[in-house]
């Protein structure tokens, strides 16, 4: 039966009822539009949607209908997914997070999860026995680290040079640290004689870097940083989120005392879990704090025993996580140690510098003049002078059903920003993207500014 016929329902008038409601819900579903009239004999009936909703209502205890949309099957268009993120999920990766779950607490849970601690470990390049994925994006591995290593009133030293920094300064304020900001503009870094000298300023016990700027395209420098923090007694907090697997990262070497990521950008799984990693000297302040952490679910005394990782016998329920979620990172982290991460490194940036002439062919300035600096993962472009930005993402939404985004935060209105991440990158999609940009540069409206 199409939409557009009308519904009938053969009503048996004064006999045994058929089941009314159920009959009635049926042909609701089928055509919420219909309308209703009455044969004269009343045998034949038809029903219109707002109909049915009153019979319903009048029959049932819920005030509140279900809505009308919930009545639709779910569609989500096929998008290129070439922004900063989330990239496309590769079908073996879809295939593990659509897998029958299991229970949270299940010894087969427990083996999934102890293989995501492995596949961590490697990714990170650690040996950090408390490494595990929060069940959450990569705003939960930030809350995480700060909620856990900082107690109220505690000094904090924050590098903002983009989005990120301000993100976790926040953080840190709102639960009562003491934040002092290092402030450079979108695209800047800051050398470690800078870093030096406000941590002897600003004695903090957290200094946080952002290693791959997203909003900013900028991939900062950490070699030394680490023994600085060392050196001062204070530890040191790196956000890879944008760029794990994409561009090197060696936790143990350099020194890194808590190290976060997110899932789904060059690992290429779903958003939602997020892996993070403490050291001895991370676990030896958290574990020894004065107050308790202000989040429950984040706290780490939890979790690390949630994730087997405390040395304790059993594990007790804390919250439940979730599994098709780890389930899809545990395959995504498994195809990154199949591929090898020297590989995965090698590959971004091939796809980086194969994009980055494309661009130049096409006119366009890069927004990070330093090649070393650049991220591998998400590349910045300055907005096209005479051009408006939003414009252009737009038409090459509406006619390449590709995303790609403007800045974010302080960047918002100096750059576009391309992400060819894991799965996505490969030079086939960096010319996808450039025909993309060649197109919305002819097509959209230059001002006369
Ligand atoms: C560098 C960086 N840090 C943190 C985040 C926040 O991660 P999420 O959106 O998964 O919470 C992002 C997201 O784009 C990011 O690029």
């Not at 002078?385 to 935060?409: A, C, F, P, S």
């Not at 996505?424 to 993207?433: G, L, P």
């Amino acid at each position: 039966m199409t939409t557009s016929e009308p519904l009938v329902a053969n009503l048996e008038v004064g006999g045994r009822a058929p089941p009314l409601v159920q009959q009635v819900k049926d042909l609701f579903v089928l055509n919420p539009h219909a309308e209703l009239t009455v044969s004269p004999s009343l045998s034949v009936c038809r029903w219109s949607a707002p109909l049915l909703q009153r019979l319903e209502r009048s029959m049932s205890s819920v005030t509140i209908p279900p809505p009308a949309c919930m009545l639709r099957p779910l569609e989500t268009p096929m998008r290129y997914l070439f922004g900063p993120g989330p990239s496309n999920v590769p079908p073996r990766i879809l295939a593990a997070g659509s897998r029958p779950i299991i229970g949270h607490m299940h010894p087969e849970m427990y083996e999934v999860m102890n293989d995501i601690k492995r596949g961590i470990q490697y990714a990170f390049q650690t040996e950090n026995n408390v490494t595990i994925a929060m069940s959450g994006s990569g705003h939960a591995a930030m809350e995480c680290a700060v909620f856990n290593t900082v107690e109220p009133g505690e000094s904090v030293l924050i590098g903002v040079n983009g989005i990120w920094g301000e993100r976790v300064a926040e953080i840190a304020e709102r639960m009562g640290a003491n934040v002092h900001r290092m402030v450079k503009t979108p695209g800047g870094y800051f050398t470690n004689k800078e870093i030096e000298k406000a941590m002897e300023k600003h004695k903090p016990v957290l200094f946080f870097l952002t290693h791959g700027e997203s909003s900013a395209g900028l991939c900062h420098p950490v070699d030394g940083i680490g023994d600085i923090c060392r050196k001062h007694n204070c530890l040191f907090l790196v956000d890879t989120v944008a760029s794990l697997g994409a561009a090197p990262i060696f936790m143990d070497k350099q020194n890194i005392d808590i190290l976060y990521t997110g899932s789904q950008k060059a690992l290429n799984a779903p958003p939602g879990t997020a892996p993070i990693s403490f050291n001895e000297r991370a676990c030896h302040k958290m574990f020894n704090r004065k107050t308790k952490p202000i989040s429950y679910l984040f706290d780490m005394t939890y979790l690390s025993n949630y994730w087997g990782c405390d040395g304790k016998p059993a594990r007790t329920y804390h919250h439940t996580g979730p599994v098709s979620g780890f389930f899809a990172l545990r395959e995504s982290l498994a195809i990154l140690a199949e591929r090898g991460l020297e590989e995965s490194w090698k590959k971004h940036k091939e796809v980086a510098a194969y994009l980055y002439r494309g661009l130049e062919d096409l006119g366009l300035q890069l927004f990070i003049p330093e090649r070393d600096l650049r991220l591998p993962s998400v590349t910045t472009i300055a907005i096209p002078n005479g051009y408006d930005w939003r414009e252009m993402l737009v038409y090459i939404m509406k006619h390449h059903q590709m995303e790609m985004t403007g800045g974010l935060g302080p960047s918002i209105g100096m750059v576009m920003r391309i992400g060819l991440m894991g799965y996505n990158c490969e030079k086939s999609n960096a010319d996808m993207a450039l025909n993309a940009l060649a197109d919305a540069l002819k097509n959209c409206k230059r001002s006369k500014a």
